[in-house]
T-cell receptor, first 115, second 112 residues
Framework: DGGITQSPKYLFRKEGQNVTLSCEQN?????MYWYRQDPGQGLRLIYY???????QKGDIAEGYSVSREKKESFPLTVTSAQKNPTAFYLC??????????????FGPGTRLTVL | GQQVMQIPQYQHVQEGEDFTTYCNSS?????IQWYKQRPGGHPVFLIQ?????EVKKQKRLTFQFGEAKKNSSLHITATQTTDVGTYFC????????????FGKGTKLSVKP
C-alpha cells in the first residue's frame, strides 16, 4: 500500500529531552511538510522540504529541526528549546514541489506529550 | 499577514439537517482546497477549486468558490453521522504559489 507512515503514534517525553518523530512516504513525492495541530487550531507549518537535501522554515520553526537525506524520509526533532511541545504532529507530502495546486497527503500523526 | 478564516468554529446539527461552513481569505487565491479530519484522525483531501464562481459536488457535499476568489463554502445536505469531523479550508500563501495556509476549521457534530 502506498502512503505516509508516522511513528510512534503516541510519544511521552520528559521536559528537557530532545525527541525525533519519524515520517516515511512511499508515494515518490518530492515535497514533504511538518505541521503542528493544537486543540481548536488549524494546522501550522513547522518545516517543509521541496526536494532532497533542502528544507525551509515554516511559520513556527523555533525549537524544531529537520533533515531530508532521502526522498522518502523527513524526520522532525523536537528540541528542548521548544517551550510548549505538547501537540499533535502531522507529516504530509505532495507530488510536486513549489506548487500549491497539489493536494497534500497526511500521515496518521504523532501525539506528543511532555511530562 | 495573510489569513484564512472559517466560520463557524463549531456546529451541532440533528441528523438530516443541512450544514454549511464558510471560508474567507484576506487575499485573492489562485485555488482553495478542502480537507476533512475525522475525530482522532488525520486530514484527508476532499476537493480543490480553481475557477472563479466554481461549484463542485460530491454526493451530498457542495463546494463553491466565490466570484472574487477570496471566499469559499462547503454545504452538506441532510447530514449523516458519518459526516462528523472537522472541515478545513486551505489556500496558498501569497495567493498563488506559496505553501498552504489552513483555516482553523469547523468542527461538525451530528446528533442521531
Amino acid at each position: 500500500d502506498g502512503g505516509i507512515t508516522q511513528s510512534p503514534k503516541y510519544l511521552f517525553r520528559k521536559e528537557g529531552q530532545n525527541v525525533t518523530l519519524s515520517c516515511e512516504q512511499n508515494l515518490n513525492h518530492d515535497a514533504m511538510y511538518w505541521y503542528r495541530q493544537d486543540p481548536g487550531q488549524g494546522l501550522r507549518l513547522i518545516y517543509y522540504s521541496q526536494i532532497v537535501n533542502d528544507f525551509q522554515k515554516g511559520d513556527i520553526a523555533e525549537g524544531y529541526s529537520v533533515s531530508r537525506e532521502k526522498k522518502e524520509s523527513f524526520p522532525l526533532t523536537v528540541t528542548s528549546a521548544q517551550k510548549n511541545p505538547t501537540a499533535f504532529y502531522l507529516c504530509a507530502s505532495s507530488i510536486g514541489s513549489g506548487s500549491s495546486y497539489n493536494e497534500q497527503f497526511f500521515g496518521p500523526g504523532t501525539r506528543l506529550t511532555v511530562l | 499577514g495573510q489569513q484564512v478564516m472559517q466560520i463557524p468554529q463549531y456546529q451541532h446539527v440533528q441528523e438530516g439537517e443541512d450544514f454549511t461552513t464558510y471560508c474567507n481569505s484576506s487575499t485573492t487565491l489562485s485555488n482553495i482546497q478542502w480537507y476533512k479530519q475525522r475525530p482522532g484522525g488525520h486530514p484527508v483531501f476532499l476537493i480543490q477549486l480553481v475557477k472563479s464562481g466554481e461549484v463542485k459536488k460530491q454526493k451530498r457535499l457542495t463546494f463553491q468558490f466565490g466570484e472574487a476568489k477570496k471566499n469559499s463554502s462547503l454545504h452538506i445536505t441532510a447530514t449523516q453521522t458519518t459526516d462528523v469531523g472537522t472541515y478545513f479550508c486551505a489556500g496558498p500563501e501569497g495567493g498563488s504559489q506559496g505553501n498552504l495556509i489552513f483555516g482553523k476549521g469547523t468542527k461538525l457534530s451530528v446528533k442521531p
